[in-house]
T-cell receptor, first 112, second 109 residues
Framework: DTEVTQTPKHLVMGMTNKKSLKCEQH?????MYWYKQKAKKPPELMFV???????INESVPSRFSPECPNSSLLNLHLHALQPEDSALYLC???????????FGQGTRLTVV | GIQVEQSPPDLILQEGANSTLRCNFS?????LQWFHQNPWGQLINLFY???GTKQNGRLSATTVATERYSLLYISSSQTTDSGVYFC???????????FGTGTRLKVLA
């Protein structure tokens, strides 16, 4: 089983809302990732967690707040987003922070 | 940081044709993956190939890490092969995957 599950699949939120994206895997992977993908562009790395600790933050604005409550779960908390933050948000996991990565189906976020 | 360029950027094929997609990277890498992104956005793993050659059905891939490129071969293409193909590389010592620019493939029936 190489499944990474993301919820919700679609999200529309206002600029003053607070929402969260959820990512779950049960493969025993200890590295988890958030990527952001704009239309017709490649995915761009946002955050990397390794053994539930934040390992890499690619200078992401503080309106995006990641959280890794346990080894199977990764959240991305969203607050005061801008319309330009509308994108496909992809979660991935790998056995360690080096190795084959597996991606979820993504959450398509629209900020209005 | 490492630069990852893919070619061609766009490709249109008739069903049954063969194609070669290329991924060039600017620095040494520890890992390399090929993905197919379907129209719904899902990234599907094709190959995990830091070096050498692998085959899976109609697809095969070769990575020559010393020369900083990887190739993805698609034979007897089908309409379901349409989508965007990405390579992603983990630069040496970086512990993170960087995606290439992508090749957008359309296979016509």
């Amino acid at each position: 089983d190489t499944e990474v599950t993301q919820t919700p699949k679609h999200l529309v939120m206002g600029m003053t809302n607070k929402k969260s994206l959820k990512c779950e895997q049960h493969m025993g992977h200890r590295a988890m990732y958030w990527y952001k993908q704009k239309a017709k562009k490649p995915p761009e790395l946002m955050f990397v967690y390794s053994y539930e600790k934040l390992s890499i933050n690619e200078s992401v604005p503080s309106r995006f707040s990641p959280e890794c409550p346990n080894s199977s779960l990764l959240n991305l908390h969203l607050h005061a987003l801008q319309p330009e933050d509308s994108a496909l948000y992809l979660c991935a996991s790998s056995l360690r922070q080096r190795g084959e990565a597996f991606f979820g189906q993504g959450t398509r976020l629209t900020v209005v | 940081g490492i630069q990852v360029e893919q070619s061609p950027p766009d490709l249109i094929l008739q069903e049954g044709a063969n194609s070669t997609l290329r991924c060039n990277f600017s620095d040494s890498v520890n890992n390399l993956q090929w993905f197919h992104q379907n129209p719904w956005g899902q990234l599907i793993n094709l190959f995990y190939i830091p070096s050498g050659t692998k085959q899976n059905g109609r697809l095969s891939a070769t990575t020559v890490a010393t020369e900083r490129y990887s190739l993805l071969y698609i034979s007897s293409s089908q309409t379901t092969d349409s989508g965007v193909y990405f390579c992603a590389v983990e630069g040496s010592g970086t512990y993170k995957y960087i995606f290439g620019t992508g090749t957008r493939l359309k296979v016509l029936a």
